[in-house]
């Protein structure tokens, strides 16, 4: 009967019910929107370290992030094949170098060179030709997101990267970074083209065999190894992303942009829902003038919430799916991590409650015989 009573009070004042939902769906896309877009940098910061199917990340004494230039001896990946907890360990190339593009310019790209034949920690998603192409002598891929940035070259196009030429041999979907464009080649052009030393590396990446104690793993690493760190790839993927953050001050800038819209979404919300009960305070007068009582009155209001909070949190989430779909496969990064939706509704739901929580004391305290006034 209650349940009733708060639906019909909703159908009744339709003007006030919309736009009570109009506020709640307007902060559950904007913010979930902003959220997205922000895990979607998060993604790329990180890219590199978490699709490399590495456990483990061996780089130079107190190096922390992907940021960070260094070198080690290549044949320290001998030495740690020698370790039974690994099942593989292969030295990679991550250097900063220069695009010549066909104005004579020139765009600054990551050269990321993997060792030929497993070619462990190259691409992860091609739209043109397969990691083979790394297997060639002077083969590399670009993103086609980042091709216009490039200068558009065609596949089999010789472009010249710090004064060496290279082959662009295949083309990656959403294989980017942060920063500059990714361009992956095999481990002998990348040197070449960086001039690192065919004795060094930049990074080795580890793959333990399944089972291994990790910790352990880490401790035998740089117990055998110790001018070098040894992190796992949550670490060095968590690492790279706080430096990102930090360093180059879009943390500061977009995470306070999304503070500020999560502010102006509870703040939206508290008062939507603040001003629809007061805005039925007849209705409750009346409710009390036949007989109901002071907690009929409150679990009304609690399923008013509960269902413009519902009905907003749907048709927002349904906008959500919308914009997320719509930005799939565009250079806009975004990314909803899967506990992020249960997260934005439980909050959403709360705000609602609290707004309405904050008009309740009006709503208990009103007298029937104000509904003959």
């Not at 992956?184 to 001039?195: D, S, W």
Request: proline share 4%; net charge positive; charged share 15%.
């Amino acid at each position: 009967m209650r349940r009733y009573a708060a639906v019909r009070m909703l159908l009744h004042e339709r003007s006030t019910t919309a736009g009570a939902i109009l506020g709640v769906v307007a902060i559950v896309f904007l913010v979930g929107q902003q959220l997205a877009i922000m895990f979607g940098l998060f993604t790329l910061m990180s890219a590199v370290v978490d699709n490399s199917g590495a456990d483990i990340w061996v780089v130079s004494k107190n190096v922390e992030n992907t940021a960070s230039v260094s070198s080690l001896p290549s044949r320290y990946v001998d030495r740690l094949a020698g370790l039974q907890e690994i099942d593989w360990a292969e030295p990679a190339i991550y250097s900063a170098a220069q695009l010549r593009l066909p104005n004579g310019t020139f765009e600054p790209v990551q050269i990321v060179g993997v060792t030929r034949p497993e070619l462990h920690g190259g691409p992860w998603r091609f739209t043109a030709g397969s990691n083979d192409v790394l297997l060639e002598n002077d083969g590399a891929t670009v993103d086609k997101f980042d091709l216009q940035d490039v200068g558009n070259p065609e596949i089999g196009k010789i472009v010249e990267v710090n004064g060496v030429r290279v082959r662009v041999a295949g083309y990656t979907e959403g294989t980017r970074s942060f920063g500059a464009p990714l361009l992956f080649t095999n481990a002998t052009k990348a040197r070449e083209v960086t001039g690192l030393a065919a004795d060094r590396c930049n990074d080795i990446l580890v793959r333990l065999k399944p089972g291994t104690n990790v910790k352990q793993a880490l401790a035998d690493i740089e117990a055998l190894l110790p001018k070098a760190s040894a992190l796992t790839s949550q670490e060095l993927s968590r690492n790279t992303i706080i430096y990102n953050l930090t360093s180059t001050g879009i943390g500061s800038s977009f995470g306070l942009s999304t503070l500020v819209g999560l502010l102006v979404g509870v703040v939206i919300i508290t008062l939507t829902m603040y001003t629809n009960v007061l805005n039925r305070q007849r209705d409750f007068a009346v409710l009390r003038a036949l007989g109901a009582r002071r907690r009929d009155v409150f679990v009304i209001i609690i399923y008013q919430a509960l269902t413009i909070g519902f009905v907003g949190l749907l048709i927002g989430f349904f906008l959500l799916a919308g914009f997320l779909f719509g930005v799939k496969g565009s250079r806009l990064p975004a990314n909803l991590p899967l506990w992020l939706p249960p997260a934005h509704a439980l909050l959403t739901f709360l705000l609602c409650f609290g707004g309405s929580a904050l008009a309740l004391r009006r709503a208990l305290k009103i007298e029937p015989a104000s509904a003959f006034r």
